[in-house]
């Protein structure tokens, strides 16, 4: 077991240099003055250009900026907006909503794919399988976009159950339309790879034979059905985690929720590309990390993992 | 008598729904089972011996259903039972042992807490009393210590273990009847002699019926009293198993009787034909090896001693339990034999015994640690350039195990076997067309599948494509790695019979690498035994049988199936 | 034998009634079937199919001839004609922009489903490649590939897509039709790619290791042989299967990325666009057709690709072809 967490634990780290890097290289990517694009375009004097320069190293060879860039990250040290704010007192006042709103859609996503997933492959190819089926083609379908205007539009102009907007004080009640909207397009997935697993650990063998033991059906669906097909839907919920940061832009921008999402959508609109490559470079680490523990919970379900 | 039947099935039929088909798989079967009695259920695959076990537990596949009949446990019909009902027989009163030890054991729940399931679900035990029990269940498995092994996973088990496991859960709840379904078929013939022995001592003291599936007459003619033989569906014969031993009367059972290569091994007339074989493809043997020495083709000097092995040895490194260590692992340790022109070389061995190493690395697909191959007096290694391996390789062909795998499904059956003759350019097209249908026609294919593909021709058929892809180069040596193991006895009974008959012709020499024993009579002259490895005996087959000199050879032999069956004829 | 227990009597059935069959038999009526063949006749007869080809059918007319669908030029608009309701020729109306609703749906097919098919097989060449030398050479080619193909793995679609697109959008400020095109699928297949990668390595993997790989080695075929005529072909399977489904999920953050500001630059006609710039003419609730008819069409298109990959996973799946 301690070897595989070292293993996975060493094999993070290329990994995340790797992303670094290639973080890094996109930042230099980018024509014109490195000073100006610091500055936002604006002229600026001598001694903020230097000043400047002596800040972000811009002076040293590329490849010391790189491990100057890794070890920022590392410590949090995002820079500066253009307005001068740190980018990390940013992340810092915007992160907590984000992460609020990513736990709801991920549990929504886990807990509703998983329970319409696991009845649609009990009874596969019946009336309700069939429906749960249409249904999640349909959800991914759709982007997340229009699914989330439509929500706002309905439950928030229309109906008004809901605020159609979040704002600076939230509570939870109003994050759930939105993390509804943000569990959507993942949970569609969700409940199609829990059914396909079900069906599948239905008819293995090492079922039949619990079976043939003489446990209830309600135990040999718990124990050995829903128990091994929820190896697979784990490991994916933890690459949904991807998908749900980058839907949080979109979520957080329409419903006006002050997230990351959020924070990183106006930087994009101002074209402060420094800004928003170190947001993403925040969410890339926790990606990661997150990757990494899903992949430790992945060795606590499955016992054959941990003796690779 | 008036003895209660425990298990009366009574005109059985079961259909299987595909699409809008029904397929019937058991059709009309009748059988009695009395309280501690074994009886076997013979028949090859798709006979419809395992659907006709599962009917009996009520554990068919969704789209199976039982279409008519009864089946009687103690005097109810199962067949008409509601579920709970069903569900209150499994475990308590009806067990099963399954098939493939590696899949019926859930690989993310420790073997224990899988067999205490039986005991809770049963009301046999719960809490600290299961869990004393499961020990005790394990033990009387007979798994070594068991107490720590009862905490493990299925995946730190070896096969033989985890079958031990599964007799251990079928036993659990000290059922009235034991479905064993090809309990040990996937199990080393010394384990299995093993494991059966122990389940016969185990139900004997229990008082426990069994009912036995398989597809070895030999095996369940020593093990039951009482044999039902299945046919496609139905069951052609049953009755007492030395009666039907002795003298067979369905023409279905005959046909087993005299082909079950476990039988077969032990009569004297295989042996006579063997010789026969053996002497008219020396001949075409020595004719070839005439040509080679007095012409300028071919690789080789025309010895009689085709291919020779010197001292090979395979050591592989494996990841050691850290990941910067590695141990090496010994395969193939110091494997030197002969295989004389146009004869028979069997090399025989349990799995892990390294026998198929040896085959891999003759054949050149694998090189080895130390140790050289020699081709009619060449040293393989020596050959340099493109041109002198293909010709190499042109002399020794394969024939590998698994038919499912051995042919490219995407490729059709001409084109599998003309692709070695396009790889080595031989001939015009209309040539190659004409050998192809020469090669059809040598292993007994109707001219029509060539334009099959693998995937609708049964395992049989594959391995006779596949013996011909390796005929294709008119090569002296074919190397036959259980290229028979997978077969159906009967079938496997026809492959052999055709090596037999193109060995006589062509004058080839075959190096046949098996795990069973019971075979070798029917093809091999020379014989090596590894273990581990290593050889540890190597004699003509006749002396092998006759006088083994090992005593893991002797093993080997005692645990063919049906050794001490006396046969009529 | 007295021992003969009632219901275990000698018991043989008759012949005629349990006839022998010649012991494996060939089928000589069977017709010749391999694999793409039978999947071709599995796909023939999956409604599945030919619901998604239909679809995309339409959608494929749409973009080789939208003048079949409507006579309006999708790039003029009028600021008379804002939010006009629908009319003789123009029957979804006009756009705040005075654009005709229904044209630029139309003609925004084009540029969105190019992004999507591009992608797809930029992504799965790519993939296929790097999958099959990981795989089929081992050892420290794998080791890096993997490593490598992990490092972009490790950064979610999307997110990589946004900085790619920020700094290529300021690099190449001029860049025309094709290359706004360019620049979307660039960004989508260099973090898409790592995906077939693993499958096709996987595959590989699989396939080097059966018996008739070392059929073909012992004939005499060079590794490089072997890869070309056994490997690879039978490794396919799963990759058409993705990248089949892909297309519609690249289409689908292509107009992500246009919602974002940074897909298609706004004077290319696209669905992506077009939804981009509706959403803030109907936060009242009104004129909904104007984002609503391109998101149909959108949501449409990629429900094509969607049903279209489900029905060649049907029949590819090596489980459903044992049956």
């Not at chain 3, 939010?83 to 006009?94: L, R």
Request: glycine share 8%; net charge neutral.
């Amino acid at each position: 077991m301690w070897w595989y967490v070292g293993k996975r634990l060493l094999q993070t780290i290329p990994v995340f240099l790797g992303a670094t890097l290639i973080l890094f290289s996109l930042l230099k990517l980018r024509p014109g003055d490195p000073i100006l694009n610091l500055a936002g375009n604006k002229p600026v004097s001598q001694e903020v250009r230097d000043a400047l320069a002596a800040q972000y190293n811009l002076d040293d060879p590329l490849f010391v900026q790189w491990v100057l860039f890794v070890k920022n990250a590392i410590t949090f040290n995002f820079g500066e907006t253009f307005s001068g704010q740190p980018v990390f007192d940013l992340i810092k006042d915007t992160f907590p909503v984000t992460v609020v709103l990513a736990v709801m859609a991920l549990a929504i996503d886990a807990i509703l794919g998983i329970i319409l997933g696991t009845l649609a492959g009990l009874r596969r190819n019946g009336a309700f399988d069939t429906v749960v089926l249409v249904i999640s083609l349909i959800l991914i379908s759709v982007p997340i976009f229009v699914v989330g205007f439509v929500a706002q539009l309905t439950f928030g102009v229309k109906l008004q159950w809901v605020p159609a907007t979040v704002g600076g004080d939230w509570t939870l009640s109003e994050l759930v339309l939105p993390a509804i909207v943000l569990a959507v397009a993942n949970f569609a997935y969700t409940i199609r790879l829990t059914r396909t697993s079900v069906a599948e650990n239905l008819t293995a063998d090492h079922v039949r034979t619990a079976r043939a033991k003489g446990l209830s059906n309600r135990l040999v669906v718990r124990n050995h059905v829903l128990r091994n097909s929820l190896v697979p839907v784990v490991t994916y919920l933890g690459i949904n985690l991807g998908a749900l940061m980058a839907g949080a832009i979109i979520t957080e921008t329409i419903f006006n929720i002050p997230g990351v999402g959020n924070t990183a959508f106006l930087a994009i609109q101002r074209g402060e590309t420094s800004t928003v490559v170190a947001i993403v470079t925040f969410m890339v680490m926790v990606y990661v990390l997150m990757s990494l523990l899903v992949d430790l919970l992945y060795a606590v379900l499955d016992p054959r993992i941990r003796y690779v | 008598m008036t003895e209660q039947p425990l298990l009366e099935v009574k005109d059985l039929k079961v259909g299987f729904r595909a699409g809008k088909e029904l397929l019937t798989a058991v059709d009309g079967a009748s059988l009695t089972i009395y309280p501690g009695q074994t009886i076997a259920i013979v028949g090859e695959s798709g006979s419809g011996k395992s659907t006709l076990a599962h009917a009996v537990i009520g554990l068919l596949p969704g789209n199976g259903h039982v279409t008519g009949g009864e089946i009687l446990f103690e005097g109810r019909d199962i067949a008409a039972a509601n579920k709970s009902q069903i569900m209150s027989l499994r475990g308590s009163s009806i067990g099963l042992v399954p098939q493939d030890p590696m899949s019926n054991l859930n690989p993310l729940w420790r073997v224990g807490h899988q067999i205490k399931e039986a005991l809770v679900a049963n009301g046999v035990a719960t809490g600290k009393a299961a869990d004393q029990r499961v020990i005790e269940l394990l033990e009387e498995a007979g798994l070594p210590d068991a107490e720590r092994r009862a905490r493990q996973y299925p995946h730190e088990f070896s096969g033989g273990m985890r079958q031990r496991a599964l007799i251990a859960m079928g036993l659990a709840a000290r059922p009235k009847l034991l479905i064993a379904d090809e309990p040990t078929s996937a199990l080393d013939v010394t384990v299995q002699q093993q494991i059966l022995d122990h389940l016969d001592t185990l139900t004997e003291t229990l008082g426990v019926a069994v009912m036995l599936i398989t597809h070895d007459l030999g095996l369940a003619a020593e093990r039951a009293d009482h044999l039902v033989v299945m046919y496609r569906g139905r069951i052609v014969e049953s009755g007492p198993a030395a009666e039907i031993l002795q003298a067979p009367e369905h023409p279905y059972t005959q046909r087993l009787v005299a082909k079950a290569p476990s039988i077969a091994s032990l009569r004297l007339s295989s042996v006579k034909e063997r010789a026969h074989i053996r002497e008219q493809a020396e001949q075409a043997a020595s004719a070839v090896a005439d040509k080679i020495a007095h012409g300028t083709a071919g690789l080789g000097v025309g010895s009689s001693d085709i291919v020779v092995a010197e001292n090979l040895t395979k050591i592989f490194k494996l990841r050691g339990a850290r990941p910067w260590e590695s141990v090496d692992f010994t395969a193939v340790d110091n494997v030197s034999f002969t295989l004389r022109r146009g004869t028979t070389t069997a090399i025989v061995g349990e799995s892990g015994s390294g026998k198929s190493t040896v085959a891999r690395m003759v054949l050149d697909l694998l090189p080895p640690t130390s140790g050289r191959v020699l081709f009619d007096g060449v040293d393989v290694k020596s050959l340099s350039g493109k041109q002198q391996q293909l010709e190499l390789r042109r002399q020794m062909q394969p024939v590998f195990q698994n038919p499912y795998a051995s042919l490219d499904p995407l490729y059709s059956i001409y084109q599998s076997i003309v692709e070695p003759l396009r790889t080595h350019g031989v001939g015009s097209k209309k040539e190659q067309e004409a050998k192809v249908l020469d090669l059809l026609d040598k292993v007994s294919l109707p001219t029509t599948v060539m334009s099959r593909y693998p995937g609708e021709l049964s395992g049989g058929q594959r391995q006779r494509v596949a013996i011909a892809r390796a005929l294709a180069l008119d090569p002296e040596v074919v190397i036959c790695d259980e290229a028979v193991s997978a077969l159906d006895v009967l079938v496997q009974a026809q492959i052999l019979e055709l090596l037999n008959d193109l060995q006589a012709e062509l004058g080839l020499s075959y190096l046949f690498i098996t795990h069973d024993l019971a075979v070798v009579r029917q093809i091999a002259d020379e014989v090596l035994v590894m273990q581990d490895g290593k050889v540890v005996e190597a004699a003509s087959v006749t002396q092998v049988f006759d006088n083994p000199a090992e005593e893991y050879t002797q093993r080997l032999l005692g645990a063919i199936p049906g050794a001490s069956i006396a046969l009529g004829s | 034998m007295s021992d003969i227990r009632a219901g275990q009597e000698r018991f043989v059935a008759p012949v005629e009634e349990t006839p022998l069959r010649a012991i494996d038999a060939v089928d000589v009526d069977a017709v010749p079937e391999n694999q793409w063949k039978e999947a071709w006749k599995r796909l023939r007869t999956s409604p599945i199919f030919w619901l998604a080809s239909l679809i995309l059918l339409v959608v494929a007319v749409m973009i080789a001839f939208p003048t079949l669908f409507t006579d309006a030029d999708p790039t003029k608009g009028s600021l008379s004609l804002s939010f006009e309701p629908a009319s003789e020729g123009h029957p979804f109306g006009y756009t705040r922009q005075g654009y005709d609703v229904w044209a630029r749906t139309v003609y925004g097919a084009r540029a969105s489903v190019s992004v999507g098919v591009i992608t797809a097989i930029l992504t799965a060449i790519l993939g296929m490649i790097t999958g099959a030398i990981a795989g089929f050479y081992g050892g420290l080619a794998d080791s890096l590939m993997s490593r490598f193909s992990d490092i972009f793995f490790s950064i979610p679609l999307l997110l990589g897509c946004i900085v790619v697109v920020a700094v290529l959008n300021n690099t190449f400020p001029e860049r025309g039709y094709w290359g706004s095109v360019m620049v979307v699928v660039a960004a989508l297949a260099l973090f898409a790619w790592p995906q077939v990668t693993r499958q096709m390595r996987a595959a590989v993997l699989e396939v080097k290791n059966l018996e008739f790989v070392d059929a073909a080695t012992a004939i005499g075929a060079s590794k490089f042989q072997n890869l070309r005529r056994h490997i690879v072909p039978n490794s396919l399977a799963p990759v058409i299967v993705t990248t089949t489904i892909s297309l519609g999920v690249f289409i689908v953050a292509e107009s992500s990325l246009s919602f974002l500001g940074l897909g298609l630059p706004t004077n290319v006609v696209s669905w992506g666009n077009d939804i981009s710039a509706a959403q803030n003419q109907i936060r009242s609730g009104q004129n909904l057709q104007v984002m609503f008819l391109p998101a149909a069409a959108l949501a449409f298109t990629v429900l094509g690709f969607i049903l279209l990959g489900e029905a060649v996973r049907e029949a590819l799946d090596p489980k459903a072809r044992k049956k």
